[in-house]
């Protein structure tokens, strides 16, 4: 049986100013209701704290407001207050969207295409942050949405690398260096971030090798992002990571925090704030340089600011 919170709250009619407040904050702690001034939540929910606040909040105004903590008197109550958060109208929107995107995928611009993922991927952690008992209609629009991603990226960049299930061993960055790293031309956040990695953390004097076709990769140079590289995405790690985890990297909480950023930007996930402005950035740098030794050189020093912010005190 589920521990619940129930909010009994009365709130006069005027000024309405409390009310609104009220309901705002209700509306944003994912509380169901039970009927007008009687408000259920399960005592686990992240925002419990939040309830409890405002409690104390409609008291603190002169209101009555009364907050218990009960357990259903049985399983028919229990799934009368489970139902209440039934989010599968929330879901099948969602999954009704995906399909629309893939839909208009084929006339869709880059720039479309990664502003609607983004937008897509918003929608699901919302609906996420308030489904406390997910189901089957959670893990179908997880995955609806993951495919999606694929698809979109597969469609533009046809060559994208397909995830292996090979182990991640510990390497020694002394048998790394003065070495040639290969990767396709014309590279996006993953190619461009782990070129950063290896330029700062691995190899002391690298050379940077872009490939129009990656078959035809030396076999003399380390190839990274592509299929059958030395580098390349390992389950649910994008080349960054894996390059990360294979020097011990992402000890550094620095670089683990970029590393969730071109996670989120390269096969997306759970969204981080920071995440579409990095975005944005390497789209302009890709925008004004043409030639891509012009393209790396200036996206080290965008890593090098983007690190340093990062290792800041917040």
Do not use: N
Not at 177 to 196: E, F, H, I, S, Y
Not at 297 to 304: M, N
Request: some cysteine; overall charge negative; glycine content about 6%.
């Amino acid at each position: 049986m589920t521990d619940w919170l129930i909010l009994t709250a009365t709130l006069p009619t005027s000024p309405s100013g409390l009310r609104v407040r009220v309901w705002r904050a209700l509306k944003a702690t994912g509380a169901g209701t039970l009927r007008e001034g009687v408000y259920v939540l399960p005592e686990s929910a992240p925002a419990a704290a939040s309830l409890r606040d405002l409690a104390h909040t409609i008291a603190e105004a002169g209101a009555e407001s009364h907050l218990l903590e009960v357990r259903a008197r049985d399983q028919a109550q229990e799934a009368a207050f489970r139902a209440l958060f039934d989010r599968s109208d929330a879901y099948a929107e969602l999954l009704q969207a995906v399909k629309e995107a893939r839909k208009a995928m084929a006339r869709a611009t880059e720039a479309q295409l990664r502003k609607t993922l983004r937008a897509l991927e918003q929608q699901l952690q919302q609906v996420q942050d308030s489904d406390f008992f997910p189901g089957k209609e959670a893990a179908r629009a997880v995955d609806a949405l993951a495919s999606l991603r694929r698809e979109v990226e597969l469609h533009l960049s046809p060559d994208e690398p397909s995830p292996t299930a090979a182990a991640i061993a510990s390497l020694s960055v002394a048998q790394y260096q003065g070495r040639t790293w290969a990767t396709r031309k014309r590279p996006w956040v993953d190619r461009l971030a782990t070129a950063w990695l290896v330029w700062r953390f691995v190899d002391k004097s690298p050379k940077f090798l872009w490939l129009s076709d990656p078959k035809k990769c030396p076999k003399s140079a380390i190839g990274y992002d592509f299929d059958g590289a030395t580098f390349t995405h390992v389950g649910e790690l994008v080349t960054f990571e894996v390059v990360a985890r294979s020097f011990g990297l992402d000890a550094d909480a620095a670089v683990a925090r970029i590393a969730q950023l071109v996670h989120s930007i390269d096969v997306g996930g759970i969204p981080l704030d920071e995440a579409p402005g990095l975005e944005l950035m390497v789209r302009g740098l890709q925008a004004q340089h043409a030639d891509d030794d012009d393209l790396l050189q200036a996206a080290f020093g965008l890593f090098d600011t983007l690190h340093a912010a990062m290792k800041a005190p917040r």
